[in-house]
């Protein structure tokens, strides 16, 4: 029997499974231990993919995801420290502290984004498609993990809560969103609830446009969602902030 199969390569994980799964289908369908022959074909994908072209979207996804305990443990430094006490002394406004922080932050994401970047590159990572693109999507992601940082430094009383509780929440999160592994060989149940945080579609979007070249229209989505996510947790860090300088 020969069998002409045509798939996408740029699933690593996928489509080394693809071969396998295919000969024994066939051998339990005809009941039998029989030769099979299969003529493989990639498609979809205008350069040779590797195995950094693949991880190393989700690494950097993963490296933005570490600015949750990062921007958590630094906000309730300065709420421990009697920081923001003082600042109830002040004209300032609960949005400005916010903003401030946060500029910060972004100057810090900002630098990782390139340097995993460039990294990336140097281990032979190809970008495809448009790094502008990309690096909107990662730059999204890093406000969405710096606002639900500022979330649990909100709801936190102390530093030894606030790291515990970021590493609890990101390490989970990591999993769900296909960081290190495709999302395709997770039960159906297990992707729909990665859906439902904003890093699941980022590594997907990164993966999109790092591997396959694909524009704006085709990430659209996803890019979407992140722009959502980071507006509704931003001001809901506000919100909470404003309420904690209150109380």
């Known amino acids: 029997i020969i069998l002409e199969l045509v798939y996408d390569e740029s699933d690593l994980t996928v489509s080394s499974q693809i071969i396998s799964t295919i000969n024994v289908a066939v051998r339990n369908f005809a ?3 029989i030769p099979v022959t299969i003529h493989t074909h990639q498609i979809n994908v205008e350069t040779e993919v590797s ?6 979207p989700g690494i ?3 490296g933005l995801l570490i600015m949750v305990p990062t921007s958590a443990r630094i906000m309730v430094h ?3 420290t ?3 006490s003082r600042l109830l002394a002040t004209p300032t406004y609960p949005w400005e502290f916010i903003a401030g922080y946060s500029a910060s932050m972004l100057v810090v994401a900002i630098v990782q984004i390139i340097i995993f970047i460039l990294l990336g590159m140097a281990f032979g990572m190809n970008i495809v498609g448009n790094i502008a693109l990309a690096f909107l999507i990662f730059f999204l992601t890093a406000i969405c993990s710096i606002s639900i940082g500022m979330i649990v430094a909100a709801l936190s009383k102390s530093e030894n809560q606030a790291e515990p509780l ?3 929440i990101s390490m989970p999160l990591a999993v769900l969103s296909g960081v290190w592994f495709s999302r395709e060989i997770m039960p159906g149940y297990i992707q729909f ?4 945080f904003p890093y699941s579609h980022a590594v997907s979007a990164a993966r999109m446009v790092i591997i396959r070249g694909a524009e704006f229209s085709a990430v659209s989505n996803s890019i979407i969602i992140l722009t959502i996510w980071a507006i509704v947790a931003f001001s809901l860090g506000i919100i909470l902030f404003r309420l904690k300088m209150r109380a």
């Open 51 to 56: 195995q950094i072209d693949f991880i190393a």
């Open 60 to 62: 950097i996804i993963f």
């Open 31 to 33: 009941r039998v231990n």
């Open 82 to 84: 009697g920081f923001m």
């Open 166 to 168: 970021c590493w609890i």
């Open 193 to 196: 609830l990665g859906d439902i």
């Open 78 to 80: 300065d709420k421990e």
